[in-house]
């Protein structure tokens, strides 16, 4: 299974004004290690760059705030002939947080949904 692991700091800006993560946060995180993965894999911006978002869902078990560690551990879970799912932690101190998955398309230029490109495939199912 393809794992992708960013590491970071929860951010002022990352904050609602109770001092906890806001909800999106962690979509922004899982975004940037979905992206680290294809420069990790050598694949083009032309290659992954037309896979909007179809679903996106995320369970938080614990309350994150400002200056707490985080880890982002994103792992391609499925690749089917359209789409691509990834699920995905958001890990503190060893423990879940915050935990999701996601769903991809990809589309053509006319935003219909085809095939994902053999290169891509073929990366994410080594």
């Known amino acids: 299974m393809i794992e992708q692991v960013e590491r970071g700091r929860v ?69 089917g002939k359209t789409s691509i799912t990834y699920a995905w932690d958001i890990l503190c101190r060893g423990d879940v947080y915050v935990s999701g998955r996601h769903t991809v398309v990809h589309v053509d230029s006319g935003g219909r949904p085809s095939d994902v490109p053999a290169a891509l495939r073929s990366a994410l199912s080594a």
């Open 11 to 79: 951010a002022w800006v990352d904050t609602d004004a109770g001092g906890r993560i806001h909800f999106t946060a962690v979509f922004r995180w899982v975004e940037a290690a979905e992206t680290a993965l294809m420069r990790r894999l050598g694949l083009t911006t032309e290659q992954w760059a037309a896979f909007p978002r179809r679903h996106v869902e995320a369970d938080y078990a614990k309350v994150l705030v400002f200056e707490d560690e985080v880890e982002t551990r994103l792992r391609v879970e499925r690749v």
